[in-house]
């Protein structure tokens, strides 16, 4: 049992580049999120889903996009990176009235 | 709207000393209160959950939390300090009708031998 798995674990890209995080969970979880995390700022919600084919904004959509084609995965897309879009990125899954989400290991990204 | 927030961002204590981890949160209702705990380019690993059933929250590794509505807080505690529990700390809250979590900043615990 992988849990959530995050692909790649590491990029890094150049301002303007676009790329693909990959979020893969096995537990038929209907709920997935993308947070990107910053020091001294906590967790901060990107975009999230509540089921396959439905996305919505979380605290700090913009510069990214997201689907959900298949239940088990959820992708973040960034059109044209940023260095303010340097972070660490984490997806997270989980079912409703069972709140223990389970989290990836994290994707770490960098900017230049 | 929801917060949460950690009072001290950096916590140091001693080896077998008390471990106490401060949140409080703001919500119109009750929400679901939970910890959250961060090894070293780790993901996040939940030790203990409040989902409106008895108000002390036993968790793993020895952690436990209490909830006190009239305080609106969900402090973490453990009473011995040991050296794997130096990590990184984060409270969240999420309403009960809701889907979305809410994280603190999080506190980094630092134990000294």
């Known amino acids: 049992n992988a849990g959530v798995t995050q692909t790649p674990k590491f990029r890094v890209l150049k301002t303007g580049q676009s790329m693909t995080l990959l979020c893969a969970q096995d537990m038929n979880h209907e709920y997935m999120y993308w947070y990107r995390q910053d020091p001294g700022m906590g967790l901060r919600l990107i975009h999230y889903s509540v089921g396959e084919g439905t996305t919505a904004k979380g605290e700090v959509p913009d510069g990214y996009n997201v689907s959900r084609l298949k239940k088990q995965n959820f992708l973040l897309g960034l059109e044209s990176a940023a260095p303010s879009q340097t972070s660490v990125y984490f997806c997270?899954?989980?079912?409703?009235?069972?709140?223990?989400?389970?989290f990836g290991s994290g994707t770490r990204l960098t900017v230049v | 709207a929801q917060s949460v927030t950690q009072l001290g961002s950096h916590v140091s204590v001693s080896e077998g000393a008390l471990v106490l981890l401060r949140c409080n949160y703001s919500?119109?209702?009750?929400?679901?209160l939970f910890w959250y705990v961060q090894y070293p380019n780790q993901g996040l690993q939940l030790l203990l959950k409040y989902t409106s059933a008895a108000t002390l929250v036993k968790g793993i590794n020895g952690f436990e939390a209490e909830f006190k509505k009239s305080e609106t807080s969900f402090h973490l505690t453990k009473p011995s300090a040991h050296m794997s529990d130096a990590a990184e700390y984060f409270c969240?809250?999420?309403?009960?009708?809701?889907?979305?979590?809410?994280f603190g900043t999080g506190t980094s615990l630092t134990v000294i031998p």
């Open positions: 997270a899954s989980g079912n409703r009235g069972n709140y223990g989400y389970t």
């Open positions: 969240a809250v999420i309403l009960i009708t809701g889907n979305q979590f809410y």
């Open positions: 919500s119109s209702v009750p929400p679901y």
